[in-house]
């Protein structure tokens, strides 16, 4: 998925009239259909893991709703970004989580029942903390539009996501036969948001020089690095860790590129920090699957070694 988001990404900024017949206005459909997905793979089971270890969802809730929007801030302010690039930095951070850390944290070898149950708690209370945290931090800066931002998080995220986990629950039997292929449209689908949203802004973002491209990488890797530091503090196991760092470091970048439009529809530049967080956090989050699932194995041969000794 990393090669082919950087892929359609860098073709669409370098020849962006190869990229330019999806329209803008496709973004919030084509984000409805990966929501939809994810409700069509949500089970019960998923959400009582939200009874059984209530801790660690609200841990996890916690770090993900002031971790990053609190990076956001600080690196927007700290890199003087102009108030377009800041708005659409601090509602990346706002967002919660998005579907890639499930299958991230799956190929780390992490809890992938916590970091399913963060995201799912996440998601479900988005239309609340996204805007309100959003309004908080930029209120003495731009204008934001919270009753439209939280009516958008509803028909955008919330919705998709009932209407599948409502047809797998009557349908469960169908729909198991077509999981195989929901991976596949959900990636079609996102490598599209990036297609739309990087070519129709290819000006912009290159006018904009390496600073928004720095702070998008920097808030991404401190935000791994400060969800993995929480887990150490907090002694939890590194599955768990991993976990954790993986939700709080991956974004729902989709979502935020698609709120700019709605939230800031007088800063242009608001939709670049979704982009671009879009493209590279897939990128970084491959890399940081290979990092965690050394860690795994180190630790295993390390134990290994240790038993072989003994004897």
């Not at 259909?33 to 793979?41: E, N």
């Amino acid at each position: 998925m990393a090669v082919i988001v950087l892929a359609v990404a860098a073709l669409a900024l370098f020849l962006p009239e190869s990229c330019l017949w999806i329209q803008t206005s496709w973004v919030n459909y084509l984000l409805m259909v990966v929501m939809f997905g994810m409700g069509l793979t949500i089970k019960p089971a998923d959400f009582a893991l939200v009874f059984r270890r209530p801790k660690d969802i609200l841990l996890g809730c916690a770090a993900q709703f002031i971790i990053m929007p609190l990076l956001a801030f600080g690196l927007g302010k700290s890199f003087g970004l102009e108030e377009g690039l800041l708005a659409g930095v601090i509602l990346v951070g706002t967002c919660p989580g998005g579907t890639s850390s499930n299958v991230i944290t799956y190929l780390s070898g992490g809890d992938v029942a916590l970091s399913v149950g963060m995201t799912g708690v996440n998601t479900l209370l988005a239309p609340l903390f996204t805007p309100a945290i959003t309004w908080l931090l930029l209120r003495t800066t731009v204008q934001v539009d919270v009753p439209d931002m939280f009516l958008s998080i509803v028909k955008v995220v919330i919705v998709p996501i009932a209407l599948g986990f409502l047809i797998n629950r009557l349908f469960g039997k169908y729909v198991s036969k077509a999981e195989h292929a929901l991976p596949l449209v959900s990636v079609t689908a996102i490598t599209l948001i990036v297609a739309a949203v990087v070519s129709h802004n290819s000006e912009r973002i290159l006018e904009t020089g390496l600073i928004v491209f720095v702070v998008v990488i920097l808030h991404n890797l401190l935000g791994y690095a400060a969800g993995y530091l929480l887990g150490v503090v907090l002694k939890l196991p590194l599955s768990r860790k991993k976990a954790l760092s993986i939700e709080v470091g991956m974004q729902n970048s989709g979502l935020a590129t698609s709120l700019a439009g709605t939230a800031f529809p007088d800063l242009s530049m608001a939709t670049v920090p979704g982009a671009i967080f879009s493209v590279w956090h897939n990128i970084s989050g491959a890399i940081l699957a290979n990092i965690f699932r050394n860690l795994k194995e180190k630790k295993y041969a390390q134990t290994k070694t240790e038993s072989t000794n003994t004897r």
